[in-house]
């Protein structure tokens, strides 16, 4: 059965201001029933790029998680866009859900179970994301990075590249099982 938005546990708090300076908190994440809980999102283009990605990272520090923006994804935030909100609440999800107290870190290397493990959380975190967003708004996100990311592919001539033919496959595989999940959760 679908949740209604009014069971999120989270408010969203995002700054509107366009000018913001690098290293800057432009909001976080509160949760309704434990004013301890902490999650900062904090605009760091390098903090994102440095761990290998082009949107956001997440990091988890002993005492509250943060989550960093690339300046592209903020700006997408904060014009509504639906890939940047569900990214936002993908990452969320992995907090919410305990994957960064698994112990699991990728490394570059990992065996059959680990890489299945990894694709469980992913799909979880998809998930968590479309029960706040809306299934509709979390496929459509997936199914626009799965555009961008082959145009990208193509215009920097790394198509048919193995990391250009896994990243596509992996996004195919996430749309398809949150279609999946949308179904289920329909009927």
């Known amino acids: ?31 309704k029933d434990d004013p301890d809980f902490r999650c900062e999102i904090i605009l760091d283009s390098d903090q994102v790029f440095r761990a290998g990605e082009v949107d956001s990272t997440t990091v988890r520090y002993p005492e509250k998680y943060v989550i960093y923006l690339s300046a592209g994804m903020l700006y997408a935030l904060q014009k509504g866009g639906n890939i940047s909100r569900h990214e936002l609440y993908h990452e969320l999800g992995h907090i919410h859900l305990g994957h960064y107290d698994s112990g699991l870190v990728f490394d570059g290397e990992h065996t059959t179970e680990d890489a ?25 996100a997936l199914r626009e990075m799965l555009r961008i990311r082959a145009q990208a592919d193509k215009r920097a001539n790394r198509n048919g ?8 496959r992996e996004i195919r595989r996430r749309i398809k099982a949150l279609e999946q999940a949308a179904e289920e959760s329909d009927s």
Do not use: H, W
Not at 5 to 14: A, F, G, R, V
Not at 161 to 168: D, F, H, K, P, R
């Open 161 to 168: 590249t193995e990391q250009s033919v896994l990243a596509i």
């Open 116 to 140: 299945a493990r990894i694709q469980k959380e992913e799909d979880d975190a998809d998930r968590f994301a479309a029960e706040i967003i809306g299934y509709e708004n979390s496929l459509a």
């Open 1 to 31: 059965m679908r949740k209604d938005s009014s069971d999120n546990p989270y408010k969203l708090y995002l700054s509107k201001r366009e000018d913001t300076p690098e290293g800057s908190i432009v909001g976080d994440f509160r949760k």
